[in-house]
């Protein structure tokens, strides 16, 4: 594309766009997608010294929405562009001092689904030609840049296509335009016109995502079931503790919330308590503390106590992708072993005394039988 001293025109840029793809947690695929029919002409200069702009042109692409079994919490769009061949040429067609000097760079946006981006090149630096249609060839540097956008639920619906199948398309608009610097002109007439190369640009869609709310009983690894054991209790008496628990929400999940929690046995003998209970949210990577207490019976045998509880991802602020369902469901049981009660035993000393009484009655007894007869 060139920038010249000629009539006023546009610039344009050829280029492939292609979007990475997180599938899901941790992955990601590369779907390409090239733009044709990008027009390269030149822009409008003056006998003065300034900058001066090329037309911006836009082309427009779809790329493929987020595809996976994770929930969506991040979106940026990346435009890249490579480095380019610049040649100048010195347009001057009259006067003594033929001498120029002139940068160029090129500079674009980014729009895409919400989000949008700008950003330009170093730049040539300057490169001064002293003959008439004398040329010098330079390279442009490489540069990129990202979405700024902050995100909202918007945005993030934009870009999610479901957990399995075709994921659907979400446009892309990108915009890029040539300028050109004349800061040295002695002569006041025409001044410098730049070439630029075609060169290749890439749009990226990048996703961040991670595992729906998984609730376990364990820190180390997806446990769903627990079992505690009050052991042996005597007869009419409490536990000497409650038995604590955990609920986790393992690292690298989205927020959790307590949906519910179903008492399903030992009701009145056993009981739930703690944050666990409270239905708040809590993060990936951090827990709730629950503990189940013991009711005094005075019926011997085993005793058993269950729970299930019920969690989801948080409802506020979840990202595309929601699950409204439930999406863990835990178990927390308890056992008690009721002894017999027991029944005093008396001690020898007792016995003798008791014998020794009894003796004695019968001797008192048998004093007014004798008295009477």
Request: glycine share 12%; net charge neutral; proline share 2%.
């Amino acid at each position: 594309m060139k920038l010249s001293a000629a009539s006023s025109s546009s610039l344009s840029k050829a280029g492939v766009v292609t979007l990475a793809l997180l599938a899901g947690p941790g992955a990601f695929a590369a779907n390409p997608a090239t733009v044709t029919g990008i027009d390269q002409s030149s822009i409008t200069d003056t006998t003065t010294t300034g900058l001066f702009q090329g037309t911006a042109i836009s082309r427009t692409v779809n790329v493929d929405k987020y595809v996976g079994s994770g929930v969506l919490i991040g979106v940026t769009g990346t435009a890249s562009f490579g480095t380019e061949s610049v040649q100048f040429t010195n347009t001057s067609s009259s006067g003594s001092n033929k001498t120029k000097t002139a940068s160029a760079y090129t500079s674009g946006t980014l729009d895409i689904g919400g989000l949008s981006g700008s950003g330009s090149s170093a730049g040539t630096g300057n490169v001064t030609i002293a003959t008439n249609l004398g040329t010098s060839t330079v390279n442009s540097a490489a540069y990129s840049y990202t979405t700024t956008t902050a995100l909202t639920q918007t945005i993030l619906d934009n870009f999610y296509g479901g957990t399995t199948g075709t994921p659907g398309t979400v446009s892309a608009t990108l915009t890029e335009r040539a300028n050109l610097s004349l800061s040295s002109n002695p002569s006041g007439n025409a001044g410098m016109s730049a070439n630029y190369a075609s060169h290749n640009a890439t749009v990226t869609a990048n996703y961040t995502a991670v595992n729906h709310a998984n609730g376990s009983l364990s820190s180390s690894g997806d446990t769903s079931t627990l079992n505690l054991n009050f052991g042996d209790i005597a007869n009419g008496a409490y536990a000497t503790g409650d038995q604590t628990f955990n609920l986790y929400n393992l690292l690298g999940s989205f927020g959790l919330q307590v949906k519910s929690i179903t008492q399903t046995a030992g009701t009145g003998v056993f009981g739930l308590s703690g944050a666990v209970t409270s239905a708040s949210n809590f993060a990936g990577g951090s827990f709730a503390s629950g503990a189940v207490n013991f009711i005094a019976q005075t019926v011997a045998g085993l005793y058993n106590g269950s729970w299930t509880i019920k969690v989801a991802d948080t409802a506020a602020g979840i990202a595309a992708g929601r699950n409204t369902t439930l999406t863990d469901t835990l178990t927390v049981n308890a056992t008690a072993n009721v002894l017999k009660a027991v029944t005093p035993v008396p001690e020898p000393e007792t016995y003798s005394m008791m014998f020794a009484g009894l003796a004695l009655m019968g001797a008192v007894v048998r004093r007014r039988t004798n008295k009477k007869a």
